[in-house]
């Protein structure tokens, strides 16, 4: 997987070994099960198509930006290696979100992706938004692209990384895993002696006791506003609730 930042800037140049780009296009935060799905058919089409398929991300939530916090429930870095290592697309390219590319409007969006990514077939979720003040839609896509290249998933309310937060909040690990699709993965950062606090998340999960799986471990750790005791020789540690 190639990870490629843009602006959305047509004086940018890009390397690509590509004719034609199979994408889809979100966050993906936390990559829950319908993620997935999303991704399955991306590679799906791509293999059927033989050509590429790309990613296409952002920074950063815009909202968050506007805001000026972080509401995500996984590291970007972390969510990025997963996507490889589970799904290998060709390429990642990042969007990086400021005051310029925030402002894009949804026919300068498309015709960048077309003209310089070379998109011609696109899988999203059907309340995608993209461009200034989520102008563009579903709709805007096909009429751009052709109703036929764009594939919509439809929106499954059991499904959310809303309901993700709403259950960390809950200390409802089980649900958790259960919209992922897999164990839920954070990681721990030193603060002092044996204290540790949760580095991926400004979310703050029900304080109690957790069982967790350190390095094929399980350990049961007692957090208190994301802040645990662990009695381990590293200052970074990556943990999964169980």
Known sequence: MIKINT???????????????????????????????ILEEVKRQAFENQTKWSIITFSEKVKDFLDGKKTSIQLKEKKYK?????????YLFEIQINMETIKVEPKE????????????????????KFAYQGKGNVNYLKEFFGE??????DRVKEISTTLIKNNLVDGIMKNVNNILGHNYNVTLKRQEDTTFKILDINIIIKNGTYSVKINKDIYELDFKNNLTTLNI???LVDIEFI
């Open 233 to 235: 020789d590293q200052d």
């Open 7 to 37: 602006f959305l800037n047509y004086m940018e140049e890009f390397d690509l070994n590509l004719k034609t780009n199979i994408v889809c296009i979100g966050f993906f935060d936390g990559v829950h099960k319908m993620h997935k799905k």
């Open 109 to 128: 969006f498309c015709l960048f992706l077309k003209e310089k990514l070379h998109v011609n077939k696109i899988v999203v979720g059907s309340d995608f």
């Open 148 to 153: 036929e290249n764009i594939i919509i998933f």
């Open 82 to 90: 997963f996507i490889e290592s589970d799904f290998n697309p060709d």
